[in-house]
């Protein structure tokens, strides 16, 4: 079963940092992109940071805090979040396209989501 699985969320207090991981697993050859969101209590799921084989690109709001990864060998795309403030409270999701295994096609995962909680 193809799924991508999020951990590293937590409790931190503002100014502090989190590492958050997301592993994909099951019959796939690799990653082509992934993508982080984010969704606070009563807002809209908003994008992130993205990653492909060309770089890497910010939502305004988190740029120059958060830094966006990946370990292709791992099948691993990571978000380190330094400086965080108390907006930055959400449940992250991570979304990915894979290429399946093992007649070669692309689809598109989310992850389940991992909490985030910023104190102030």
């Known amino acids: 079963q193809v799924q991508l699985v999020e951990s590293g969320g937590g409790l931190v207090e503002a100014g502090g940092s989190l590492s958050l991981s997301c592993v994909a697993s099951?019959?796939?050859?690799?990653?082509?992109?992934l993508d982080w969101y984010r969704q606070a209590p009563g807002k809209q799921r908003e994008w992130v940071a993205g990653?492909?084989?060309?770089?890497?690109n910010y939502a305004e709001v988190v740029k120059g805090r958060f830094t966006i990864s990946r370990d292709n060998a791992k099948k691993t795309g990571y978000l380190q979040m330094n400086s965080l403030k108390p907006e930055d409270t959400a449940v992250y999701y991570c979304?990915?396209?894979?290429?399946?295994?093992?007649?070669?096609?692309?689809?598109?995962?989310w992850g389940q989501g991992t909490q985030v909680t910023v104190s102030s």
């Open positions: 990653i492909t084989r060309d770089g890497t």
């Open positions: 099951g019959s796939i050859f690799g990653i082509i992109t």
């Open positions: 979304n990915a396209d894979l290429l399946l295994a093992p007649r070669p096609s692309l689809s598109n995962y």
